[in-house]
């Protein structure tokens, strides 16, 4: 721990529920840039329990601060002893590659959750080893929390969610997801960043696809879907069809739910954000 003392730099901390939330900067030796990410400690945590820890993975244009300005999850969370830690969505700074069209779909902002391997993302775009290796390793040495993980996100957070936990079930309790980008091998925002951070290579693709990993896995990680049928996103891009297939053709735990009326927004997130804490509090107490 005192090894990595020197590596976060506290930007702000306000008390929340009792406990805290608090922001940090840090190097990322993955990404090779200077990160923010933010992190909510319930009020276990400040009397000397090691509380477990949900990973949440935000969508486009986002960056640490939306889930948890937007949510409200930092009341149950602190009822349930669960700390929440949020990263960014890709790499910042500006030696860190855009795209020349400045899309809200590729570049800054959306990182997709894969590790890059083209020119000229491959040197930063690293955000998968980031959410799997670095960012746990930093929160495990510096907080008082416990190797208990789980994750979730929100549409290409959900993406990342999911395909992170089906590669890595040791390394989780559950994961959820809310309008999830089902299967990114066949819609146009993951057919446009797969092409440009992973080449033309489909095998290297299929890494990266939830309802591929889910059809193909023998995990039986809990997993639990939201769903609004309002979504504009719906049919073109989400597709949570294919991954309810998937689920199907494993056998996999797979809940889905579709909530008529409800849309894209972190409104949607905000109505269900208890039944996924509560979700992956009973997983995490296993």
Known sequence: ??????????????????????????????????????????PQAMVGENVPVLYWLSGLTCTDEN?????GAQRMAAELGLAIVAPDTSPRG???PDDPAQAYDLGLGAGFYVNASEA?????YQMYDYVVKELPELIEAHFPVSDRRAISGHS???????????????RYRSVSAFSPISHPVDCPWGQKAFRAYLGDDQALWREYDASLLMADTRA?????????????????????ETLEAAARASGYPLTLRRHEGYDHSYYFIASFIGDHLQFHSRQLAQ
Request: net charge negative; proline share 5%.
């Open 1 to 42: 721990m005192s090894e990595l003392a020197n590596e976060l730099e506290n930007v702000s901390a306000n008390k929340c529920f009792g406990g805290w939330h608090k922001q940090y900067r840090h190097f990322s030796r993955t990404l090779g840039c200077t990160m923010r990410f933010a992190v909510y400690l319930p």
């Open 67 to 71: 889930f948890m300005q937007k949510a």
């Open 94 to 96: 500006d030696e860190v």
């Open 120 to 124: 000229p993302w491959s040197r930063h």
């Open 156 to 170: 290409m957070g959900g993406h990342g969610a999911l395909t992170i936990a089906l590669r890595n079930p040791e």
């Open 220 to 240: 039986t990680l809990p997993a639990l879907v939201d769903q609004g049928m309002d979504d504009a996103f719906l049919d073109r891009e989400l597709k949570p």
